[in-house]
């Protein structure tokens, strides 16, 4: 198999047990790991791409936002991590952490579907014109190619961890 293909296979695998597991009970969060990094950046361009970086922020992908920073800076984008921290400090100085954007959902049937806007109002709207600014500037080309060349220097322990976990 070649990296390429593992890194698409792995981009629904992870979404399903056993990998999902993985994922929920926090085994994601060492960034030591490289089947953590690769998990991390995937959740993070998945999350983006559906629902953009403030849906991406109040998700539980989103939670693991300083294990992201940390995972793309693994993969040597540096610039791309500092978006990220930036975004970082302007969600937190406007009170937009997880946890207050999660206080928002109490009470919301399961399953329910809702905006950003209808969960939480207007109170971040500069908050969130700022992070989306910052983060239209990313450069997701030297992203995918950054992450599949980590894919193909650390294929065997990828691959392994993948099919065990």
């Not at 809702?114 to 990313?138: M, P, Y």
Request: charged share 25%; net charge negative; glycine share 6%.
């Amino acid at each position: 198999m070649d990296a390429s293909k593992l890194l698409d296979d792995l981009s629904v695998l992870i979404y399903e047990p056993p990998l999902s597991e993985y994922r929920d009970d926090g085994r994601i969060c060492d960034t030591t790991n490289p089947l953590s990094v690769v998990m991390l950046l995937v959740d993070y361009e998945t999350e983006c791409s559906m629902n953009g970086i403030n849906g991406f922020l109040g998700n539980s992908a989103g939670n693991r936002l300083t294990e992201t920073v940390l995972a793309v800076r693994k993969i040597g984008c540096i610039d791309h991590a500092d978006v990220l921290e930036e975004i970082r400090t302007t969600a937190i100085s406007a009170g937009m952490t997880y946890d207050a954007m999660q206080n928002d959902c109490t009470g919301l049937a399961e399953f329910a579907v809702t905006s950003f806007a209808e969960l939480h109002g207007d109170k971040w709207d500069d908050a969130c014109d700022r992070i989306q600014t910052l983060h239209e500037n990313v450069d997701w080309d030297s992203f995918w190619r950054a992450t599949l060349e980590f894919v193909r220097n650390n294929m065997d322990s990828i691959a392994r961890q993948s099919t065990t976990q």
